[in-house]
């Protein structure tokens, strides 16, 4: 087995074979380049090249293209005889259609295995950036995680967090003493979000079972990695959801992979496609984190390639870390566009045989500038390179091509059943129950009185001749008012309580569950 996969070469106006070294994978890349230069045919090859070393990779699929990944080219493929010519004219000897081996993954649950993660997994700050928070609102949804944590309500789903932010509401006066002001208007604005998040179907990102790590860094029975696709062409809807999940998942493996520190081969290969939708309008808390994962997760055996279309696109202090580099070509309409190829082309080593700038471009499609680490990690010197063709299928595959792998994956069958155990939203539906009931009998307790006091009241009235009058009363009577004005608050939270076998009932709770009745 090669210590490094192949990328491209050239013919007689081009340099010397590229070769992405597998030692130097985990130091990161970038894939570069304007719209319909070759982008994805070039995350494609690199995915294959992954697999075929037995290195599992992770990758969104975008366009809904990379599902061929899971089916072999074909001679009958329209490009087929460019591809053969091209593989001849970078000496590409061992060229040959095949399929890998591929997972198909999908929020929605459609398209792929359903993928979940927890509230609690996903923390306060991918939860704020998510929903769009203010510095303000953040704060109470770390405040609403502190409580959970204290209390042991687990978060697991949308609803729970929903629960227990009117639980917060309620018991502000409270929590501001310890924790500092908690804004009724904040708290709507959240739950305002919440609901948005759900109508865009974030709501079923969040529950159980939850993603195990291990499912995406598994290998076939002959040593290859499995390539799992995540169908992310529905999910750009919602960009902001997208981008979330990706940056999840990639801070979950930094925080449980072990350290391996410069391993032969990665243990994992993540690309983010995409990856200026993670930093626009990226508060810098979140750009820290990101650089901060980028910087040590190589240590960890995971390597990240950020595909976009301007490496402007992506932060300098991250942009710095990505050894790797396939760019394709840059256009040159604007004054602006002009600045960024110039400072695109500053990025590379420069190459005494030909302008740098020149070349991002002048590179036709399925041709690119790039430089890969070399031995010590040292940047090579750029060169234009003609990448070679993939063995997979060009294109998506059909519906019953996928619906077929995906009954054949090693995990078909254990995420498709959702499962919802007892956590913060239950926790504090019973609370609430619990406060009808006592509220009931204290009700019936006040009933009880009343009648024993009408009782004496009349016997009095019969032994005293009609001389007692019903003034003494009154305090009772005004009690019996204020006990039925109660009662008919209880009745109609209860009514809604034992509602709560069904979805519509659990709606109307997160609603009211905090205006009736105060934690205890």
């Known amino acids: ?26 130091r990161h890349g970038l894939i570069a380049g304007a719209t319909g230069t070759g982008k994805t ?31 072999a080219g074909r001679a009958d493929f329209k490009l087929h005889d460019a591809f053969m010519l091209r593989a001849g004219t970078i000496g590409f000897s061992n060229y040959a259609y095949r399929a890998f081996p591929v997972t198909f ?7 792929g295995h ?23 609102q953040e704060g ?7 409580v959970a944590d204290e209390q042991g309500w687990p978060l697991l789903d949308l609803k729970d967090l929903q629960a227990l932010l009117v639980w917060v509401g309620e018991n502000r006066g409270d929590l501001s003493l310890r924790y500092g002001n908690v804004s009724p208007a904040s708290i709507g604005a959240i739950q305002r979000r919440l609901l948005v998040l759900e109508g865009q179907g974030g709501d079923q990102l969040f529950g159980e079972p ?23 062409d529905k999910l750009m809807a919602s960009p902001r ?15 449980a992979l072990p350290e391996v520190g410069d391993p032969d081969k990665p243990k994992l290969v993540f690309f983010f496609d995409e990856a200026h939708l993670l930093f626009d309008d990226a508060p810098k808390a979140l750009v820290d984190k990101v650089e901060q994962v980028a910087r040590l997760i190589r240590s960890k055996g995971v390597g990240v390639f950020f595909i976009t279309q301007n490496p402007a696109d992506v932060p300098e202090d991250i942009l710095g870390q990505l050894g790797n580099r396939v760019q394709h070509a840059l256009r040159a309409f604007t004054a602006k566009d002009r600045r960024e190829l110039r400072q695109a082309a500053e990025n590379y080593r420069e190459n005494p045989d030909f302008d740098t700038e020149d070349a991002i471009r002048e590179v036709g499609v399925g041709e690119a500038v790039t430089s890969m680490l070399e031995k010590k990690g040292v940047p090579g010197v750029v060169q234009r390179t003609l990448i070679r063709p993939p063995s997979s299928q060009l294109g998506p595959i059909e519906v019953a091509t996928r619906a077929a792998l995906m009954g054949m994956s090693p995990i078909a ?12 939203f239950e926790i504090l539906a019973k609370r609430a129950e619990e406060a009808a009931k006592e509220a009931e009998a204290a009700e019936a307790a006040e009933d009880e009185v009343e009648e024993m006091a009408e009782r004496e009241f009349r016997a009095a009235r019969r032994y005293s001749g009609g001389r007692v009058s019903r003034s003494s009363s009154k305090p009772a009577r005004s009690r019996s008012r204020s006990s039925r004005s109660d009662s008919v608050g209880t009745a109609f939270a209860k009514s809604f309580a034992r509602q709560l076998g069904t979805q519509s009932g659990r709606a109307v709770v997160r609603g009211i569950l905090g205006g009736l009745f105060r934690g205890r």
């Open 114 to 136: 359903p993928v979940r993660t927890t509230m609690s997994e996903m923390g306060p700050l991918l939860i704020s950036r998510l929903l769009e928070l203010t510095e303000a």
């Open 41 to 71: 045919v070039t995350l494609q090859i690199l995915a294959e090249s992954f697999s075929a070393q037995g290195v599992p990779v992770f990758l969104s699929d975008v366009k809904g293209d990379l599902s061929g990944l899971g089916a």
């Open 413 to 424: 069958g254990k995420y498709e059943a959702a499962v919802d155990r007892d956590s913060a």
């Open 140 to 146: 109470i949804v770390n405040i609403a995680f502190r």
């Open 210 to 232: 939850a993603l195990d790590l291990g499912d995406i860094m598994k290998t076939d029975e002959a040593g290859m990695g499995r390539i799992s696709i995540l169908a992310a």
């Open 105 to 111: 993954w999908d929020l929605f649950g459609q398209a």
């Open 241 to 255: 959801l997208y981008a979330t999940f990706l940056l999840w998942l990639l801070s979950e493996l930094f925080e």
């Open 1 to 26: 087995m090669s210590d490094g996969i192949f990328i491209g070469g050239g013919g007689p106006d081009y340099g010397v074979p590229q070769e992405l070294l597998l030692k130097y994978a985990n």
